[in-house]
């Protein structure tokens, strides 16, 4: 899963028409008036599966659907029996839609999937239909239905609000392994943004992936640590839902690069980190200046465009890292905000004990000029993505550990 780009339409029958064209300190005052914090155990890793996901029980009777974390989409949607072509999923497994759960094109969350040009109903009650297109060329289409999400809470409580998502029967060129994705940008379609319309969580967006696998994901301010966490602004733009921050300037083993004025969008659903083509060949130009007359050499047939091998197989990141340094993303807005970006930030170990770049063109994989900064960048570090304050977080963490009170 890459970033998403997506176009939205209302479909006045399910498979009828076509879009238009167009550690942890809990702050007891700030959450009094909400549950506590909904936490998700997630597995999954960047090598070689590529992806984190958690999974969830929708349904009544509850069902279990395993969803792709992606804080760059807006819409969670599963597979559906609708039925559905082109789904990855055997029927048992598909989720069934329940005829009377349809959301109507008039509803606000089907506005919010769409921008005010495009959201025209020819019938306020038609369904809400959808289209989404990845980066990686594949695509969904299908309608808005709502039912029942059975959540677990912190305090080992459960909820059970009936949640706006997704309900996908045309999938073209699938690629993705799971039932689904969890959509957590800043969308008022997103999860997080109904659990907080709701009055169940505040609209707070923490996640901790570990790089040997597994991690957890909250929702809500129960885990926001008062102390310990850098902080940097979100970008405020009404028509973009990710979430954002910048201008930040590139640093290299603590020097400046020349690379300066990036805007970065931090995305789950991005296996690797992007870069646009001209910060990209810096990167690239710098880390070969770096390795020169080191016992390093280029090797093809691998994963990713740019590899490298040893004079005998590596089996961690962590034995290469003396061969590499560390980036930084030094965010201008603020003093000394930085992202510290070690090699464990950009770089794999293959099957074969190769070791590879997790820095990609962004040009190249059908993201323009997007900086993004994807699960391999986001590893071993408590991200929170703080809607009420507007504000991006990250701290050091050991992402195998369970939060304090759990």
Partial sequence: ??????????????????????????????????????????????Y??????????????????????????????????????????????????????????KDPICAALHSSKEHQCRDPNDKCGFQLGYADHGSVRGVVVSDNFRLPHADRSHSDPLLAFGCGYHLQNPTLPTAGVLGLSKSKASISSQLRTLGITQNVVGHCLSGQGGGFLFLGADFVPKSGMTWTPMLQNSFDKHYSSGPAELLFSGKPTGVKGLNVIFDTGSTYTYLSSKFYHTVVNLIRKDLSGKQLQDVHNEALQICWKGTRPFKSVRDVRKYFSTFALSFTGASNIQ???????????????NVCLGILNSAEAGLGTSNVIGDISLQDKLMIYDNEKQRIGWASADCTRKLSGL
């Fill in 339 to 353: 992202l510290p970006l070690p090699p464990e930030a950009y770089l794999i170990v293959t099957e074969r004990g």
């Fill in 48 to 105: 070689p599966l590529g992806y984190y996901s958690v999974t969830l029980e929708i349904g009544n009777p509850p069902k279990p659907f395993q969803l792709d974390i992606d804080t760059g989409s807006d819409l969670t949607w599963v597979q559906c029996d609708a039925p559905c072509t082109g789904c990855t999923l055997p029927r048992d497994r598909l989720y069934k839609p329940v005829k009377d759960k349809f959301l109507a094109c």
């Fill in 1 to 46: 899963m890459v970033l998403s780009a997506s176009l939205h339409g209302c479909f006045a029958a399910i498979g009828q028409g076509q879009p238009p064209s167009k550690r942890n300190t809990v702050h007891p005052t700030a959450v009094n008036r909400f549950r506590s914090s909904v936490f998700l155990p997630v597995s999954g890793n960047v």
